[in-house]
């Protein structure tokens, strides 16, 4: 460790308290987990603030020796953001979990950013209240890693991604100074909205340290229904009909395509709903407000699914239990799949005009390098995101595919994890020159020693930003 560096932590020693700074031998393994499993740096030091000024005179201290930081969450990010690399110490929001009691009258509520999504959930279920953002890393993902990967999940196609959730943010730049916007305002056009600043943009422009969050009416109703289709046509045709029919009643819309639920019922924990062999599953829920009514709307729409021929078979949950065994067997696709060694896993979003057109465009030219590849897609088809993975010789090769397929189809390479340290070099792909140099831009005014984050999402010139 060198002298420098040791000054830093004695000082922050003092400045963060007992247990603000790890060192050495104290610094955990834990810090270098990575859910794709590829190791991190072990961190010579571990900055852990217990509050917004703990965090603020932890960045300002680095800034001045120019000294690069990892943010970190709960690391369930996919794309490598969190991921120490040599010569960085962690801030770790972890000891800053605190919540305040939701505002039932104005749907909101704030969180220190280092709170687990779960227990967000949770604090707004007992208040007869819903958080829109729901992902299978729940127990595990910080509030603060949501909004710096603009978080996703199952049930954006009725409350929009992170984004739509943040009413106000608290955040840090890397100088120290502290941004505060937490009077959850539906409306306020002041100025720029600053907050814009740090959510999707993966911890590279400051640390976030409280949000204010909105909240939704608790759902009186939810019933889900697990379809097999004949084809991914189906299956958007089936989407069309519920979004037509339904409207603002369907909440979620998640496809699994073949040979993938096969797989899973294979070594499933709990019965298969509906038996393999189908090339398309469709998981789709509905959350309402008249339980006497939507059930019974929802299954009418179903029935016309099936006497038009769009749905082949279908079972819809008749109980609470029931509909948590249908979500669960959604999930169990992450146990599955995260249980193969070697797997590549790429998170991208197609238009549904193009997605039939790109996967079978994927697939040939996959099998044409590797014919022994194994496929397995899934995701949130209601928002034309797709969680493609490959089981292959040659993964460099499969990367490149998908990610220029994608392009080509009008996509992003990114739907809802991120660029991270793993995706970069293909941003070029589905993103301007201006665009990135806007962001290069944007960078260098909010982080000119380029501490925070470095080299996740683009690099920047290395010259302009040494040291
Ligand atoms: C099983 C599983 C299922 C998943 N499903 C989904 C899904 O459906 N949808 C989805 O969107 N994602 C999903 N993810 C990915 C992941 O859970 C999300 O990206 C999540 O938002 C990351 O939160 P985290 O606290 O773990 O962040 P981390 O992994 O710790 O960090 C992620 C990024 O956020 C930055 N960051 C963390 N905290 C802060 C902060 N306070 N201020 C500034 N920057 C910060 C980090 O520096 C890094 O760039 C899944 C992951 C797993 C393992």
């Known amino acids: 460790m060198s002298p420098e560096i040791q000054q830093l932590l004695s000082v922050l020693d003092n400045r963060l308290g007992a247990g603000g700074v790890l060192a050495g031998a104290d610094v955990d393994q834990r810090y270098r987990d990575d859910p794709d499993g590829k190791l991190g740096a072990l961190p010579e030091a571990v900055l852990r603030p217990r509050d917004t000024q703990g965090v603020a005179a932890a960045l300002a201290a680095c800034n001045d020796l120019g000294q690069p930081?990892?943010?970190?969450?709960?690391?369930?990010?996919?794309?490598?953001?969190?991921?120490?690399?040599?010569?960085?110490?962690?801030?770790?929001?972890?000891?800053?979990?605190?919540?305040?009691?939701?505002?039932?009258?104005?749907?909101?509520?704030?969180?220190?950013?280092?709170?687990?999504?779960?227990?967000?959930?949770?604090?707004?279920?007992?208040?007869?209240?819903?958080?829109?953002?729901?992902?299978?890393?729940?127990?595990?993902?910080?509030?603060?890693?949501?909004?710096?990967?603009?978080?996703?999940?199952?049930?954006?196609?009725?409350?929009?991604?992170?984004?739509a959730q943040v009413l106000g943010l608290e955040a840090v730049l890397a100088d120290g100074s502290v941004l505060t916007s937490l009077k959850a305002l539906p409306k306020d056009n002041s100025g720029y909205d600053l907050n814009q600043f740090f959510i999707?943009?993966?911890?590279?422009?400051?640390?976030?340290?409280?949000?204010?969050?909105?909240?939704?009416?608790?759902?009186?109703?939810?019933?889900?229904?697990?379809?097999?289709?004949?084809?991914?046509?189906?299956?958007?045709?089936?989407?069309?009909?519920?979004?037509?029919?339904?409207?603002?009643?369907?909440?979620?819309?998640?496809?699994?395509?073949?040979?993938?639920?096969?797989?899973?019922?294979?070594?499933?924990?709990?019965?298969?709903?509906?038996?393999?062999?189908?090339?398309?599953?469709?998981?789709?829920?509905?959350?309402?407000?008249?339980?006497?009514?939507?059930g019974e709307r929802f299954a009418e729409v179903l029935m016309q699914g099936v006497e038009?021929?769009?749905?082949?078979?279908?079972?819809?949950?008749?109980?609470?239990?029931?509909?948590?065994?249908?979500?669960?067997?959604?999930?169990?696709?992450?146990?599955?799949?995260?249980s193969i060694k070697g797997l590549i896993s790429v998170d991208v979003s197609i238009p549904l005009a193009r997605m039939g057109a790109f996967l079978r465009e994927a697939d040939i030219a996959i099998h044409a390098v590797d014919p022994g590849a194994d496929i397995y897609v899934f995701g949130h088809l209601g928002d034309g995101n797709l969680h493609y993975q490959v089981l292959t010789v040659d993964p460099a090769v499969a990367y490149d595919i998908v990610y220029r397929g994608v392009a080509a189809a009008g996509g992003g390479v990114s739907a809802e994890h991120g660029i991270g340290i793993d995706k970069k070099k293909w941003l070029h792909l589905?993103?301007?020159?201006?665009?990135?140099?806007?962001?290069?831009?944007?960078?260098?005014?909010?982080?000119?020693?380029n501490i925070l984050n470095r080299g996740r999402v683009f690099d920047l010139n290395p010259i302009a930003f040494s040291r």
Not at 91 to 113: G, K, Q
Not at 132 to 138: T, Y
Not at 231 to 238: E, F, P, T
Not at 436 to 444: D, E, G, P, Q, V
């Open 430 to 449: 589905v993103r301007s020159d201006a665009e990135i140099a806007t962001m290069r831009r944007l960078k260098a005014a909010l982080d000119p020693r």
């Open 308 to 338: 038009d021929g769009v749905i082949d078979d279908v079972v819809v949950s008749q109980s609470p239990r029931e509909f948590r065994a249908l979500w669960d067997v959604r999930e169990d696709a992450n146990r599955v799949l995260f």
């Open 69 to 163: 930081l990892a943010v970190q969450g709960g690391r369930t990010g996919l794309t490598g953001a969190a991921r120490v690399q040599p010569g960085e110490v962690v801030l770790s929001l972890e000891r800053m979990t605190s919540l305040a009691v939701p505002d039932r009258r104005a749907a909101s509520i704030v969180a220190e950013a280092g709170a687990t999504l779960q227990v967000v959930q949770e604090a707004a279920d007992g208040a007869g209240l819903m958080f829109g953002i729901d992902i299978g890393a729940r127990g595990s993902a910080t509030i603060g890693g949501n909004i710096a990967t603009n978080a996703g999940g199952i049930r954006v196609l009725r409350y929009g991604m992170c984004r």
């Open 200 to 294: 999707g943009t993966e911890g590279t422009l400051g640390v976030v340290t409280r949000a204010a969050l909105r909240l939704h009416p608790k759902p009186a109703s939810e019933v889900n229904a697990f379809c097999a289709l004949s084809s991914l046509d189906a299956a958007i045709a089936l989407l069309g009909l519920l979004r037509q029919k339904l409207g603002p009643l369907l909440s979620a819309y998640e496809v699994n395509f073949a040979p993938l639920y096969d797989f899973m019922v294979a070594s499933m924990a709990m019965p298969a709903p509906l038996p393999a062999g189908s090339p398309v599953y469709v998981l789709a829920e509905i959350q309402g407000s008249e339980p006497e009514r939507d």
